[in-house]
């Protein structure tokens, strides 16, 4: 992590990307949370619903930053395929098992969720990074949300017409209730982490992938930041026009929804990288969290997991969550406080991976 040549930008937006999902992940309760902390209920967007996709995104450009190494040094790519397979296989392996915690029920097999999902996004996009060029990677985006769209939009089925986009009445969830049984998709027979929705997340994915090759082609200039903040600005623009006909969605991932979060994750990281590594306010306590938390990025999201088992079945959540409502401190204010306590309990842990030089590469 001390590698001068790092790009401390990128570390910082995941870290803090990985620290914002930790929030909204455990609030001391669901029924009680500030709204741009809660995901949209359907159409539209929260602050919330950009914390998966620019965590997607930062997965691709680190996947650019990474490889381009790797292949520069002539490694071989039997090598890095056999890497990137048994990468993916842990990355989804640590979902599967997440989704059995806290109450470890074992009777319900759940395919899909967050880490399942980067694994496939991640696996996807390294091979596209190795095997392919940026133009073929550009036709991969536009095949997919135009197809995507194409499918969600104007095929009807005998469960509903074309065009519906309704939770669980979607060409979406038809599509992966036709291909894994009812109870291995989700609680109610679908999944905002679903099998075809994937494809979208890809898309998002090889986004981050072209702002990584952009970095290393031009570096970290002034003309470099512009270019980001042009492709992001186009993005957002692009994506809210498309918006009007197929809604701006996180929960069926829809082709909109891929541009209009790609494009501010753009404008995120074309601001990280003017102010850390080109003006270089990389020193405050910000940047330090940032860093910290994103040097672990996946391993510490293991943590918070784990840690909210603990908390639940030690009752340690309750006290602290009641105990502040019985002194007085509104619901709302006493939930975010405890998802502040998650976030902190997991960089205390992160802070000492970091002191020790540990980095889990999952």
């Not at 997965?59 to 790519?77: D, E, N, T, W, Y």
């Not at 293991?302 to 602290?320: G, N, P, S, W």
């Amino acid at each position: 992590m001390d590698n001068p040549n790092r790009i401390l930008a990128v570390d910082i937006f995941r870290g803090l990307t990985m620290a914002l999902m930790i929030m909204v992940n455990y609030p001391g309760s669901w029924g009680y949370m500030y709204a741009p902390l809660v995901h949209s209920e359907w159409n539209g967007t929260t602050p919330t619903d950009f914390i998966f996709p620019f965590f997607i995104f930062i997965v691709g450009v680190s996947i650019a930053l990474s490889f381009s190494k790797q292949m520069a040094a002539s490694k071989p790519r039997k090598e890095m395929v056999k890497k990137i397979l048994i990468r993916g296989l842990k990355i989804y392996l640590i979902g599967l098992f997440l989704h059995y915690l806290p109450d470890l029920d074992f009777d319900r097999i759940n395919l899909f969720g967050v880490l399942q999902r980067i694994a496939a996004v991640f696996v996807v996009c390294a091979f596209l990074f190795i095997y392919t060029n940026w133009k073929t990677q550009l036709y991969i985006i536009g095949g997919i949300l135009v197809i995507y769209w194409i499918t969600m939009s104007f095929i009807s089925t005998s469960a509903f017409s074309a065009g519906t986009i309704e939770p669980a009445v979607n060409f979406a969830a038809w599509v992966d209730r036709l291909i894994f049984p009812y109870e291995m998709i989700g609680k109610h027979g679908w999944s905002a982490e679903g099998f075809y929705s994937t494809f979208p997340a890809i898309a998002t994915g090889i986004t981050g992938m072209l702002a990584g090759r952009l970095i290393l082609t031009r570096k970290i200039t002034e003309n470099t930041i512009i270019w980001l903040f042009i492709a992001g600005v186009a993005g957002v623009l692009v994506g809210s026009i498309w918006g009007w006909q197929f809604p701006i969605n996180k929960k069926i991932w829809s082709s909109s929804y891929v541009l209009f979060t790609s494009g501010w994750a753009s404008i995120a990281l074309a601001s990280s990288l003017w102010i850390i590594d080109l003006l270089g306010y990389k020193n405050n306590m910000i940047s330090r969290i940032g860093i910290i938390f994103g040097s672990n990025a996946i391993a510490i999201y293991v943590v918070a997991d784990i840690f909210q088992t603990i908390y639940q079945y030690t009752h340690i959540q309750d006290l602290v969550y009641d105990g502040l409502i019985n002194h007085g401190v509104a619901a709302i204010n006493a939930s975010l406080v405890w998802s502040i306590f998650s976030a902190a309990s997991c960089f205390v842990i992160a802070w000492i991976l970091y002191r020790k030089k540990l980095f889990f590469k999952v």
